[in-house]
């Protein structure tokens, strides 16, 4: 199996893996591979209608009851799907310092440069365990993760003390990204053809509600309590969505569901905001149902972020706009770091690359984690 990073990310390339089709068969190359470079691999598996989802946990290093620290590399193994039409985009080319194909960016690439970092660890040397983390779903709401972090007994009681979540950040440190709140508000009417005047319009019902909204949205714009400067954009990019099921011009709509939804940040006063939408709500009758998590939010002067810097020779850390499993860890794992070679701006595009040259110093940026935080 290939050692070099190149090799590898065009392995995985070249086997077709968006989240429409299961990952066994890149999830099982890469346990094999993990394995054969002695760690300890766990296999988790769910059944997605019909297709089976795997992800990978793999462990190396000293084993003490309770180890505690170390660090953990994240990655998935799914990609966006490939629009076959339109590029090749599992036959991976190399051209112009780039590699080019479906995942090469998000996350292949990444991936594969946390596995050949991993792989070349010398287990003897360990002080602490290194984790490399391989989920499946994470295009269509961290399925793998979730599973990950319910039911991995590698991980469970012994969670690593910093992790690294490979996703593309030109190997800039990010130490923050926004969450999300998501609000269903439902009305219910009656359905009847408009010629009998029989009807009651959910659409009327739930209009006063909508109203309030384009109000809110004119104050989250305006208002900094509702705001974090330390992210671009600094607001929390409010919006509302509305569904009536189609209803025809000559019939009353019987039940329209408007989704609000927010981005949330550090300080945002969101359990504020949460209110002022519920309120609103329950006020004209209407049934509500909500949904947060929080942003992602590890100290920019913690002891991961400052090391990441170090081994990058980055000057800041920053802040990204677009989510990532780091969510789903940050209720187990103290410090983590977003952190990956490729420009996001490539991912999920038809044409998507990697520039070689970050994918070769990324397996450098892993190696000198790696002995930092487990070595000697
Ligand atoms: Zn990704």
Redesign the pocket.
């Known amino acids: 199996m290939p050692s070099n990073v190149l090799e590898l990310t065009q392995t995985l390339v070249a086997m077709p893996s968006p989240s429409s089709v299961s990952n066994a068969e890149i999830s099982d190359y890469l346990a094999a591979h993990l394995q054969q470079h002695g760690f300890d691999v766990e296999r988790l598996a769910y059944d997605d209608n019909g297709v089976e989802k795997v992800s990978i946990v793999a462990r190396i290093g000293p084993n003490g009851d309770g180890e505690r620290g170390g660090l953990g590399l994240f990655s ?1 193994s799914d990609t966006v799907p490939g629009n076959p039409g339109e590029w090749a985009p599992y036959t991976p080319t190399v051209a112009d310092g780039r590699l080019i194909g479906r995942g090469s960016c ?2 292949k690439g990444p991936l594969a440069a946390t596995v050949v970092a991993a792989a070349a660890v010398d287990a003897r040397r360990l002080r602490r365990p290194l984790f490399v983390v391989i989920t499946a779903d ?2 269509v709401g961290y399925g793998g993760a979730y599973q990950v972090a319910r039911e991995s007994t590698l991980l469970q009681g012994q969670w690593p003390a910093y992790g690294v979540v490979a ?1 593309p950040t030109s190997l800039v440190p990010v130490y923050a990204h926004k969450g999300g709140a998501r609000i269903y508000v439902t009305a219910r009417g009656r359905a009847a053809h408009t010629s009998t005047d029989q009807g009651v319009s959910a659409n009327f019902l739930i209009a006063p509600f909508l109203a309030e909204m384009a109000e809110m949205a004119t104050l989250f714009r305006r208002d900094p309590r509702f705001q974090n400067a330390e992210f671009d954009p600094p607001t929390n990019g409010f919006n509302m969505v509305i569904d009536d099921g189609g209803c025809k011009a000559n019939v009353t709509a019987a039940k329209t569901v408007a989704t609000v939804g927010f981005r949330t940040m550090p300080n945002d006063h969101r359990d504020e905001a949460m209110r002022l939408i519920l309120g609103a709500a329950h006020k004209y009758g209407l049934e509500t149902q909500e949904h947060t998590f929080g942003p992602f939010y590890t100290a920019p002067d913690s002891t991961l972020v400052k090391l990441a810097l170090q081994v990058t020779g980055i000057a800041k850390a920053e802040t990204v706009p677009f989510g ?1 499993e780091a969510l789903v860890y940050q209720e187990y794992i103290p410090e983590q770091v977003i952190l990956g070679p490729g420009s996001i701006a490539q ?1 999920h595009t038809i044409g998507e690359w990697i520039d070689l040259a970050q994918l070769e110093s990324a397996v450098g940026v892993y190696t000198r984690l790696i002995e930092r935080l487990c070595g000697g």
Do not use: I
Request: overall charge negative; cysteine-free.
């Open positions: 998935h998000d996350m994470e295009e996703e990532t991912a």
